[in-house]
């Protein structure tokens, strides 16, 4: 993977129109990536999430919205979102088609992730049309990798820049230690805009390197804001009126509560929503001018239309697939009996909230021996064995009466096909997958051969995975 920023800013500044009538107005004239307000979303886990609950509470307020998100989940279209919904595939090829043509013009022989990001941000500028009226009000703009070299950082002022929690993933890019991978992530700061920085399980460490960029950008202490996370409240403990203003009510378990005594319904599964709901909803704050320390970053407009209400209607909308989701699936074979759960772990901290969402499960499940089919793939460079250590250790199997004891969970191994602009991104082959599980089972549980895992690899026949 080829980082940096030249190419990508050779790429925008060459795709501003030349040809635009006075009349559309003076964004329509500038590079696309001036032509718009961004709020710029970094790190490691919970990114996508916090993007997910901004662009659904801004278009909540009625704001037309960009949305980036990487890497896609079917198909490179689906990282340029228009008001939470994928642009059209007649778009996407339009968008990309000038894109290409531009780089292929200057040879400047950009990467598939820059392309991509240039067709995003050239989207959200012009549209079809490059009149001005297609243009988004506003972005939110989620990091690719790392944060300084990443193709997204070439917004030069945000409204706003938020750091998700950080953790260790891309040691080859990024560095080998939490502070190496911080400062990376780091890089997003800029003079001026106040950073929003989420929870971090590494604490200190992550926290002082953020806050010594922002010193060093020349950010004041004020411009720093650390959230805390939410907590879960039950629904009796939720105003009355908020109960009747928002319907269908949330159901029980599903209402939190900020620091600040906000309350909140959080329609994203697993306890770490808790943190990014929080995350999402100061960013908002500070975009309205609703954080005391920090000074209005915009003309007002955001104040105005994003109210109390609004931030709730938008956080109990918030859709994001594919983590920690349920599919419901009546022809699904009998043995998942029409349920499983889709997560894009990829990183020992989503593995840790990964196990303990399933933990849970299995604690409240009425089958008094549970049985969890895990079906995996890997993308080469990951560190799978300290995963499978969270996910499948003697410590994290024996949780909630020694369920793995009483029936013995099951491993399928599976390969992904190769994802669509992303050359660099490739599967373990399944039967390597499962010989270095076996290996780490056998060490795991090398007295005791009835708490192993049964694994079988299926190559990329996921239906046959499916039907163990």
Not at 157 to 171: E, F, K, Q, T
Request: with cysteine; aromatic share 6%.
């Amino acid at each position: 993977m080829d980082l940096g920023l030249e190419r990508v800013t050779q790429l925008l500044e060459a795709l501003a129109p030349t040809n635009v009538s006075s009349t559309a107005g003076s964004a329509s004239h500038v590079a696309p990536h001036l032509a718009f307000p961004v709020i710029h979303v970094a790190g490691t886990n919970g990114k996508g999430s916090i993007c997910a609950y901004l662009s659904s509470i801004l278009h909540a307020a009625g704001f037309r919205v960009g949305r980036y998100n990487s890497p896609h989940l079917i198909t490179p279209r689906d990282t340029i979102q228009i008001n939470n919904q994928p642009i059209s595939q007649a778009d996407y090829e339009f968008a990309t088609e000038i894109v290409k043509q531009k780089d292929q013009e200057l040879n400047l022989k950009a990467t598939s992730f820059e392309l991509l990001t240039a067709t995003a941000f050239y989207w959200f500028a012009y549209g079809r049309h490059q009149t001005g009226q297609e243009r988004v009000d506003i972005a939110v703009i989620e990091v690719g990798v790392g944060g300084r070299l990443d193709a997204t950082n070439i917004v030069p002022r945000p409204l706003v820049c938020v750091i998700a929690s950080i953790g260790m993933d891309h040691g080859a890019l990024l560095g080998n230690t939490i502070e190496e991978v911080a400062s990376e992530k780091a890089g997003i700061i800029k003079p001026g805009v106040p950073v929003v920085i989420a929870p971090q399980s590494e604490g200190e460490k992550v926290y002082r390197t953020l806050e010594k960029k922002a010193v060093d950008v020349g950010l004041s202490s004020s411009m720093v804001i650390k959230v805390k996370a939410a907590q879960w409240i039950k629904t009796d403990e939720v105003s009355s009126s908020l109960l009747a203003a928002l319907t269908p009510t949330v159901t029980s378990g599903h209402w939190a509560v900020l620091e600040n005594g906000f309350q909140v319904p959080i329609p994203l599964l697993g306890d770490f929503q808790l943190e990014n709901a929080a995350t999402a909803i100061t960013a908002i704050n500070v975009l309205r001018g609703n954080v005391d320390s920090v000074e209005s970053v915009s003309d007002g407009q955001w104040a105005q239309k994003i109210t109390d209400d609004v931030i709730r209607k938008g956080i109990k909308d918030t859709i994001w697939p594919g983590r920690l989701q349920w599919i419901e699936d009546v022809s699904s074979p009998r043995e998942v009996q029409g349920r499983i759960l889709v997560d894009g772990a990829h990183n020992p901290a989503a593995a840790i909230a990964l196990r303990s969402f399933v933990d849970e499960n299995i604690a409240s499940s009425p089958d008094p021996r549970p049985r969890v089919h895990w079906i995996m793939g890997f993308t080469r460079g990951k560190d799978i064995e300290e995963m499978f250590d969270i996910l499948f250790s003697k410590r994290t199997n024996q949780l909630e009466g020694s369920h793995i004891q009483e029936r013995q969970d099951t491993f399928s191994a599976v390969e992904f096909s190769p994802p669509e602009g992303m050359p660099w991104v490739s599967p373990i082959p399944a039967q390597e997958i499962c010989e270095r599980l076996r290996l780490q089972q056998e060490r795991i549980h090398a007295s005791q051969q009835k708490d192993m895992l049964v694994i079988r690899g299926f190559g990329s026949d996921l239906k046959a995975a499916l039907e163990q």
